[in-house]
């Protein structure tokens, strides 16, 4: 599976639009991409999902160029609730029945009032 | 809420003790997953099964020992384990496929003595 890289840490003031790069430079063309949201002494919840171009949800965007070599999660108009650790990950298609993804260190992101 | 269940949410061990950790799911999914997590390391996939079927084993300890008796609960029984096993252990469950999203419980947090 390709490695993921996330800045370690990020900070955003309330009401912001928040943007969080992934690098995925060795991605297959059987990889997708998925993103998911941690808050302490909890299990992942999982945020959006994608192979290319862009993916909206209710809340979240996930934008990913072209060349598949990175992707963006942007979190509009952020709030206190949404200060968490965020992962991008990389799974592969061809895994069979079950989903085979590998979580990075993430993004902890913090939402300053 | 979940639709995850993992019980003890707290499990204080010595080392000679021997103790089980229990998953259970409502959701109607197929497959099940431990992840080990860590302070400050990214979660690590350490068991998968997939209807009922033990699909991967990521050199885990055999002090780890899984169980997976139906397509709803999952065990993982401890024995003679070490203080760096201390740790967060998160039980998920997905639909069968390689896509989806994985849903986590709020996890087990072990205290090996």
């Known amino acids: 599976l390709a490695k993921t890289t996330q800045p370690i840490s990020m900070d955003s003031y309330e009401g912001q639009e928040v943007n969080i790069t992934c690098s995925h430079n060795?991605?297959?063309?059987?990889?997708?991409i998925t993103w998911y949201q941690q808050f302490p002494s909890q299990g992942p919840r999982f945020i959006i999902q994608?192979?290319?171009t862009k993916v909206t949800n209710e809340v979240a965007s996930l934008f990913i160029p072209a060349d598949r070599k990175s992707s963006t999660l942007s979190l509009p108009r952020v709030s206190l609730s949404d200060t968490a650790v965020y992962y991008c990950?990389?799974?592969?298609?061809?895994?069979?029945?079950?989903?085979?993804?590998?979580f990075g260190t993430g993004t902890k992101l913090q939402v300053i009032p | 809420e979940t639709g995850v269940t993992q019980t003890p949410r707290h499990l204080v061990m010595g080392m000679t003790n021997k103790k089980s950790l229990k998953c259970e799911q409502h959701?109607?999914?197929?497959?099940m997953y431990w992840y080990k997590q860590s302070a400050k390391k990214p979660l690590e996939l350490m068991f998968v099964?997939?209807?009922?079927?033990?699909?991967e084993n990521n050199s885990v300890p055999s002090r780890f020992s899984p169980e997976c008796p139906n397509s709803s609960h999952l065990f993982l029984h401890l024995h003679t384990l070490q203080p760096e096993d201390s740790a967060l252990y998160l039980c998920?469950?997905?639909?069968?496929?390689?896509?989806?999203?994985?849903?986590f419980g709020e996890g087990s947090r072990l205290t090996v003595l």
């Open positions: 959701l109607g999914h197929n497959a």
């Open positions: 994608g192979y290319k």
């Open positions: 060795n991605i297959a063309t059987n990889d997708y």
């Open positions: 990950l990389v799974g592969d298609l061809n895994s069979g029945g079950y989903q085979k993804v590998t």
């Open positions: 099964y997939n209807f009922k079927e033990q699909t």
């Open positions: 998920a469950s997905s639909l069968v496929g390689p896509i989806g999203e994985l849903f």
